[in-house]
């Protein structure tokens, strides 16, 4: 029986110490992000137990994509340094953590859409059709994304350096989308029907889907 860690087969490029200097400076910025974003989900978690009694499937959602972006965070570094070696269950483990990262950032949008939409139907079309799109790129990952980093074959090296844009491209629309629908939805049925107390959501959001999408930009055009 094959060994699912390292082996001789695997060669990948060491990375280098500016690589290093540069992942670590993310990492710092992430684990600094988790902790802030951690102390508010927290706050927001116990004011919901107290009002009533249970936790909500938003928070859960919260919850549970602040751990798995940490973990995959941790386990990224650990294999620029060197300490995890490259190996089908590391490549599998972190592609697995990515798929349900994605889900959960797309779902966590689609709920917020949800509490502006009175029409079940179309929140329903929406949740599926947004889970299916990203349901299609997470088994294209699995089976272009694992082989070409364990280098089967120079085919999967070549397809998956023209998939990886694609499915980066499918993802920035997706989360484009929803959020400039989420921001449309707070300006036309919050804010222009007279309460301005939300407009400070309004812009916060338009700022954080602006950073969010350069963010996606910088990824396609790496």
């Not at 386990?75 to 340094?81: F, I, R, V």
């Not at 350096?161 to 629908?181: H, I, P, S, T």
Request: glycine letters at 6%.
């Amino acid at each position: 029986m094959h060994s699912l860690f390292m082996s001789d087969e695997f060669v990948v490029a060491e990375s280098s110490p500016e690589d290093m200097k540069i992942a670590s400076i993310a990492w710092g910025f992430q684990l600094g992000f988790a902790l802030l974003t951690a102390a508010k989900a927290g706050g927001q978690t116990l004011c919901i137990w107290r009002r009533t009694g249970r936790i909500s499937g938003y928070t859960f959602m919260v919850w549970l994509e602040i751990i798995v972006n940490s973990v995959l965070g941790v386990l990224s570094w650990l294999y620029m340094d060197g300490i995890i070696p490259p190996s089908f269950a590391y490549f599998m483990v972190a592609v697995t953590l990515w798929c349900i990262e994605l889900h959960l950032l797309i779902q966590i949008i689609v709920n917020r859409i949800a509490l502006l939409i009175t029409s079940r139907r179309r929140i329903t079309i929406i949740k599926w059709g947004s889970c299916a799109i990203i349901l299609v790129l997470n088994i294209g990952v699995y089976c272009i994304w694992i082989p070409a980093r364990l280098q089967v074959t120079q085919t999967y090296i070549n397809v998956n350096n023209v998939f990886d844009r694609c499915e980066k491209v499918v993802y920035l629309l997706l989360d484009a989308l929803l959020n400039f629908y989420f921001c449309y939805l707070v300006k036309t049925k919050l804010v222009d029907t007279g309460m301005t107390k939300y407009m400070p959501l309004y812009r916060f959001n338009m700022s954080i889907v602006f950073v969010s999408l350069s963010m996606d930009v910088l990824l396609i055009g790496k």
